[in-house]
């Protein structure tokens, strides 16, 4: 259990097409959070020259330099709030950036099958690969989050899916702050947090009013997509091995 001192900096680490948004939704919906989006993800495009909707407009709306990005993040917590919510991407930190600066960060991973996550992938971009689903550089950042500190919580988004009010509320006790039933249920719609790309990129969770019921996806993947599902399995079963549950 972490101390809560004087304010909790949640960073949540995930992957693409995971819960994560409305994890943020749900964080965020508690009158004593707040929530910022992806804050690396306009450095990340910047940086990679990844070619996704809208990536012109959101280098020029966002902060792009690393290294301010992080002070900023590891600084003090927005006035009038006790906890803040970091939703981060894995992907979006380039191999060779320094992250220590995680340290100043109660740190939580987010993590989802990788079959159901190449499969949701591969409909909405052609850019897959295994450094696309944020398992390599998940398992760097939960290294170093354990270096420091004691193992970080982390949570698959198939036990969320399937009982959000428990899951939620261990999440709660893991990191020291009281439990919300209003993390269970939002107003549908776009919300003051959300990045400029959400018109791109929520849309299902947008229609959303709490968390959906798990519902496998099935579907077959190409030759290329089942050997990076070989190369990211190995990852995802560490890391589920680790996770919270019931």
């Known amino acids: 259990m972490r101390a809560l001192a004087d304010g909790c900096k949640i960073a949540m680490w995930s ?22 989006d992806e804050p690396f993800y306009a450095h990340f495009l910047q940086y990679t020259g990844t070619n996704h909707p809208s990536a012109q407009k959101v280098i020029g709306a966002y902060e792009t330099d690393y290294l301010k990005i992080a002070q900023h993040l590891s600084g003090n917590i927005p006035e009038d709030f006790s906890i803040w919510y970091q939703k981060h991407m894995c992907h979006h930190i380039s191999p060779g950036f320094e992250i220590d600066w995680i340290r100043n960060l ?8 990788p079959r159901e996550v190449l499969l949701s992938l591969s409909k909405i971009t052609s850019e897959v690969s295994l450094w ?9 950042l939960y290294e170093q989050v354990i270096k420091n500190e004691s193992r970080p919580p982390i949570l698959d988004s198939r036990d969320i899916l399937e009982n959000p009010g428990e899951m939620l509320e261990m999440l709660c006790r893991e990191l020291n702050i009281p439990f919300s039933e209003s993390m269970l249920e939002w107003e549908p719609g776009p919300r003051e947090c959300d ?39 190995p990852v995802y079963r560490e890391l589920h091995s680790k996770r919270l549950k019931l």
Not at 23 to 36: G, K, L, Q, V, W
Not at 106 to 113: A, P, S, Y
Request: proline letters at 5%; glycine letters at 8%; one cysteine or more.
């Open 106 to 113: 109660t740190n939580c991973f987010l993590i989802r099958n």
């Open 15 to 36: 992957g693409p097409r995971n819960i994560s948004t409305a994890m943020m939704y749900s964080f965020e919906n508690r009158a004593d959070c707040c929530a910022i």
């Open 195 to 233: 990045g400029i790309w959400g018109e791109y990129w929520y849309e299902s969770v947008w229609s959303s009013s709490g968390f959906s019921p798990y519902k496998a996806r099935t579907g077959e993947l190409s030759p290329l997509l089942e050997s990076i599902l070989d190369e990211a399995m």
């Open 132 to 140: 696309a689903t944020g398992l390599p550089q998940q398992i760097m």
